[in-house]
């Protein structure tokens, strides 16, 4: 795999997710359905004002592309950016149900069925192919989530809601082409906007009051929200889906490391086998791009 620009940028998204707890689970005391409604306006907002009166140059360019598309190239976009709006909407809710409800080993989980889900689902519907290397990269990591699920069996269909939403989301965003791909994300963060806002009235709880909580939704808005999701559909310009899910495995791996170091959440040595051959994995997965690298570099 030739190193580029834009598997440093899908690598560091997925750094950048890894903290996400850190900013979460302080959030714990509050429902899991106000988080979402607070988190997903307040990056509404941020997006439709930059979108609108920071890049009008690039949303007037984009517009114009848009309409000259041929039709069915511009039904495509459309669904696939409205449907990647619903996807988002589903996986925020879940996983900070999962996190602030049931663990944070147990939203890291869904996280590790993810990539498998999405270099399958890429394989069959993008037509992605994989080498020898990389599907022995596809069975250590099935093999791990074997080993995790025999005390987690509850959480497992959880996880698997969690993982399949934001699986989708990567190989239907794969496919979305032919528009900016902030302007991309703006419409889809705008759309769950809009699919949340008749929910708010009734199944919101009481206006939060505290500067803490405006803080933190800030922070997850901007830090672990806009910024990494941009970084993932930029890089998928360059990377494909399935080398994407692979290094999603990134940002458990440092979620186990949180809950273990910070949180103190109890770990057993299953937990540590399985979490291992999830490392050794991604380094299989990649082997071309590691490998092959410092091979050239001994030539």
Same mark, same amino acid.
């Given at each position: ?42 990056? @509404?907002?941020?997006? @439709? ?22 039709? @069915?190239?511009?039904?495509q976009v ?42 399958? *689902? ?16 596809v069975l ?81 808005? %901007?830090?672990?929200? *806009? ?7 930029? @890089? ?33 040595? *299953?937990? %540590? ?6 490392? *050794? ?8 791009f590691i ?9």
């Amino acid at each position: 795999m030739k190193f580029s620009k834009y598997y440093l940028i899908a690598f560091l998204s997925f750094v950048i997710w890894g903290f996400f707890s850190l900013a979460l689970k302080p959030l714990h005391d509050y429902p899991s359905l106000d988080i979402l409604f607070y988190r997903v306006f307040m990056c @509404a907002v941020i997006m @439709a004002v930059i979108s609108l009166f920071v890049r009008v140059k690039v949303l007037k360019e984009n517009v114009k592309k848009f309409k000259e598309m041929p039709a @069915a190239q511009r039904k495509q976009v459309a669904l696939l950016t409205l449907a990647g709006g619903m996807l988002l909407t589903a996986n925020w809710f879940f996983f900070i149900y999962v996190m602030n409800h049931i663990s944070v080993k147990a939203a890291s989980f869904a996280y590790l069925v993810c990539p498998i889900m999405t270099t399958v *689902i890429a394989y069959f519907v993008l037509d992605e192919k994989l080498s020898k290397w990389q599907w022995t990269a596809v069975l250590m990591s099935v093999v791990s989530c074997m080993l995790l699920s025999f005390n987690n069996i509850a959480d497992i269909a959880y996880s698997l809601i969690v993982a399949a939403s934001y699986a989708f989301y990567l190989v239907s965003q794969r496919k979305n082409a032919g528009l900016d791909k902030f302007l991309v994300l703006t419409v889809q963060i705008l759309f769950s906007a809009l699919i949340l806002l008749p929910f708010y009235p009734k199944y919101s709880a009481a206006l939060p009051s505290e500067f803490s909580f405006y803080a933190l939704i800030s922070l997850i808005a %901007i830090v672990f929200t *806009i910024l990494p999701l941009f970084m993932n559909l930029y @890089a998928l310009q360059g990377v494909t889906s399935s080398t994407m899910g692979i290094l999603l495995y990134i940002n458990p791996l440092m979620n186990f490391a949180i809950a273990l170091l910070y949180f103190n959440e109890q770990i057993n040595s *299953i937990q %540590i086998i399985a979490y291992s051959l999830i490392l *050794i994995s991604i380094v299989v997965f990649n082997e071309r791009f590691i490998f092959g690298r410092r091979r050239a570099a001994l030539i």
